[in-house]
């Protein structure tokens, strides 16, 4: 497609304007201008798509779907010109019509399609796909409200509802397609013809409507798709009722319909809450499942290529249970004999797993599972019975490791155990993680079949958190090495060669220093603090988890308090701790820390004691968008998971193209990024995955407390009050604690830590010591390009070719 002149552009916005808005634009608001512009935005996307398309058609292309529960987006309208190269040409086209791009772009919100670092993830491999060439679709739900804003009183975390249809919308094309999914009934079986007939009978059926989003990649003629479903019922209104005047039941099949795709990660800590989680699952995979089937056999023919043109690729367990409804499919509509259509399955789906946390590797209790999907529990059942019955063979007499091999077992359906079995590759995604899987968590499965295990490591869309939020240091890089990183990640170690030269680590300061002003400003308005672009920005932005052990940040905040207080002329570096994270909303202890974090800042920020020395903000709400503000400003990043815990991270890879060295344990990625970086760029500190896991049994953290004045000081700290409230439920989870005090190691690995945080402020201390630190971080950055990661997934484990070269 030919570049798009500013005239051109300037006339495509004119044209959108008139015939959607009914205005010109010298009298339109910003609201309609920003529309319009990503309107003109997807209509140049749906161009390319449809050429795209028409290539992997012609060209019978295998194509890659990937499931997941959520596709963390961030806003569209930046990267999506970017990608195009036509974001320069826009800001100036919309400057002499009297906008700023800038403020037109702050109007977008953050597609409430995803949470934490799976969706992020998810969003990471379609733009690579797209950029790298290959023909790739998303799939999963249009969430009228994504997870929740974020909003913090006295400390505590409310969850409001977002909104971000509301002008999020604009991105999604509404497609015909739309699929039945049934729920609940009964099966009744009987044969004809030699073969077994299953109908379901008296099943309540949800409509899946598609919606579509373009997915853009960099300066490519490939454009790929996300498709979302949304769940709707046959009829809006039983009208016998309404004229009854039973009014709230007339509509109540309606609102029980749509609440699938109401909201992205429903409590599920009651069983309403369990039977949602399902439905949505299962809502989101018969759709897509039916949508892949339906375009195969209109494209092939029949479904016996489908291993051939189709890789469909489970995104943690959410989507396990593609395996069974691709079975019932084959089964059920197409008449496939079991073997065969097992053998289509197995050659078609793979698994990638995200944790090693169990209550994560989830499982559904039988008697939900039994009665939302009958038809699909007999089948699991079925699967579950042949492979306890291959178990035997591997592990004779063997009753309780075959039982906790099983699918199906002590009255609870494990998916992961379903993606084991059902999946032609399994993989982790660092490392350390694809070492855990084999040795540890999945190990019988390991011995069974070694040959289904692989590692890919993450890796992260670098030009959106280098080039689009970092575009200072991005166009000094190119300066400095030219544009070819921008197509090769790798091409950033060419920075190496600069690392000794005083005059591009002061630039590198210098633009670290405009990106913290940015963030001080945002700090300012959102927090009313203020803080000094000089301090050091220490900063740890995650999904609030104990694991993750913000807890132990805290800490060093409480015991650097308590120096401060014995001297307070202390010779530190000034320093700001930052925090973001958001908690699951039925997850009362990470709450409970949100509000230690915030109680600390309130204490820290208005005593005179610290001032000019610390400072503690917590900033609520943390979204894509705000990390693209956090991340370029950040010269610590704090990655202090207890080691084996995190499956990889990649808010680690974000900080470190941008400059900031890692404080971190060797768990994850953290492994890899020291492996590339060396020990003298970089903190380590902690218990090893290893040690970790000798010390589990026999831990007493009780041990820690009586041996360290320290920690006893910030438990006693923690009872009598910070800011004047107590946190004693924290102390009694550290010391007390019911199923074992203490369970993601926090006093154990204190002291090291401390020492740790004292190596950070000396090395700040010499100036070009940390400034070679941080230039080496972003050049060695460019292994954990997610376009490295797809590459992968395509050579080892996809099997597909690119249709752009």
């Keep these: ?120 993830l998810a969003a990471a491999y379609l733009d690579s796909l797209t950029s790298c060439g290959y023909a790739a679709g998303g799939f999963s739900i249009r969430y009228d409200y994504g997870i929740f804003n974020q909003k913090i009183v006295d400390g505590w975390q409310m969850e409001m509802p977002d909104k971000w249809l509301i002008d999020g919308s604009v991105w999604l ?9 049934k729920f609940g009934g009964h099966i009744e079986e009987h044969w004809e013809d030699g073969r077994l007939i299953c109908e379901h009978k008296d099943y309540t059926t949800i409509i899946a409507v598609s919606f579509e989003m373009p997915i853009s990649g960099y300066k490519t003629d490939a454009t790929n798709f996300l498709r979302l479903w949304s769940a709707k019922t046959k009829n809006d209104i039983d009208m016998a009722l309404f004229s009854k005047g039973e009014y709230l039941k007339a509509i109540e099949t309606k609102a029980m319909a749509e609440a699938i795709s109401k909201i992205l ?18 809502f989101f995979v018969s759709a897509s499942m039916q949508c892949v089937v339906k375009y195969h056999l209109k494209t092939y023919g029949s479904l016996d290529t489908l291993p051939e043109k189709a890789a469909i690729h489970i995104n943690d367990t959410h989507p396990a249970l593609c395996v069974p409804e691709l079975m019932r499919i084959l089964l059920d509509d197409h008449g496939y004999s079991w073997d065969t259509a097992w053998h289509i399955v197995c050659d078609t789906i793979s698994y990638t797993n995200h944790t090693v946390m169990q209550e994560a590797l989830e499982k559904w209790p039988q008697g939900l599972f039994e009665s939302l999907l009958p038809r699909i529990f007999q089948i699991v059942k079925e699967i579950n019975k042949r492979h306890c019955g291959e178990l035997w063979k591997i592990f004779p007499g063997e009753w309780t490791r075959i039982s ?37 968590l999945f190990s019988d499965y390991y011995k069974v079949a070694p040959y289904k295990f692989k590692n890919v490591t993450n890796g992260i869309t670098y030009r959106r958190w280098l080039a689009e939020a970092n575009p200072l240091l991005s166009n000094y890089i190119t300066e400095l090495i030219g544009p070819k990183f921008l197509h090769d990640a790798n091409e950033l170690e060419n920075l190496l060669p600069f690392k000794g030269n005083h005059a591009v680590l002061d630039k590198f300061a210098e633009i670290k220093l ?94 005179p004691i610290y001032k000019d020395k610390i400072k503690v903000v917590f900033l609520e709400n943390y979204r894509v968008s705000l990390a693209e503000i956090i991340m370029p400003a950040s010269e610590i990043s704090e990655q202090i998971s207890v080691a084996g815990k995190e499956a990889s991270g990649t808010g ?86 019911h199923g074992g005090a203490d369970p993601y190691l926090v006093l154990a690995d204190f002291a090291s830590y401390i020492d740790a945080q004292v190596n950070v402020d000396i090395a700040y201390k010499d100036v070009y010591r940390f400034r070679r630190m941080a230039l080496v971080n972003t050049a060695k950055a460019g292994f954990f390009s997610s376009d490295r990661s797809v590459e992968e997934y395509a050579k080892k484990i996809w099997d597909i070719n690119k249709v752009e070269k």
């Design 173 to 181: 094309n509404a497609r015909d397609s739309v699929y039945e999914v």
């Design 404 to 440: 906790d091999n099983a699918i199906l077992s002590d009255g609870e359906i494990r998916m992961a155990n379903l993606c084991l079995v059902a999946s032609h590759t399994v993989n982790g995604v660092s490392a350390l993680h694809s070492e855990i899987l084999k040795n540890d």
């Design 652 to 737: 680690n890879m974000k900080f470190m193209i941008n400059g900031a060295v890692t404080i971190g344990t060797m768990d994850g990625a953290n492994v890899e990024i020291h492996e590339k970086v060396g020990d003298e760029n970089i903190f380590i500190f902690g218990l090893s995955a290893n040690q970790a896991d000798q010390l589990y049994p026999d831990y007493n953290p009780t041990e820690y407390y009586s041996k360290d004045w320290r920690i006893q000081q910030i438990i006693d700290n923690l009872r009598s009050g910070i800011n004047g409230v107590s946190f004693a439920e924290i102390a009694d989870r550290l010391l007390i604690g």
């Design 514 to 607: 405009k990106n913290k002003e940015r963030l001080a400003e945002y700090i300012k308005k959102a927090n009313g603090v203020v803080v000094s672009p000089d301090a050091i920005f220490d900063v740890q932005v995650k999904r609030l988890h104990e694991y993750k052990r913000q807890l132990l940040n805290a800490f060093h905040i409480l015991d650097l308090c308590r120096r401060l207080r014995e001297n307070p002329d202390l010779n530190i570096t000034p320093r700001v701790f930052i925090f973001g994270a958001k908690a699951a909303s039925s997850y009362y202890m990470a709450k409970l820390i949100i509000r230690l974090i915030y109680m600390i800042g309130e204490m820290v920020n208005k005593d």
């Design 265 to 282: 990660y429903p409590a599920d800590n009651h069983y309403e809450g369990k039977s949602l989680r399902l439905k949505q699952q299962y």
């Design 1 to 120: 497609m030919k570049n798009i002149s500013k005239n051109e552009f300037k006339k495509l916005l004119e044209q959108k304007l008139m015939r959607v808005f009914g205005t010109e634009y010298s009298d339109a608001s910003k609201q309609v201008m920003y529309k319009a512009v990503c309107l003109v935005t997807r209509d140049i996307l749906a161009q390319k798509r449809l050429s795209f398309y028409n290539k992997i058609k012609d060209g019978g292309h295998k194509q890659i779907y990937y499931m997941s529960m959520e596709f963390l987006l961030g806003r569209s309208l930046r990267n999506n010109l970017f990608n195009l190269d036509l974001l320069e040409t826009a800001e100036k086209t919309v400057s002499e019509m009297g906008f700023e791009m800038d403020e037109l772009m702050d109007i977008e919100p953050d597609a409430g399609l995803g949470n934490g670092g799976l969706g992020r």
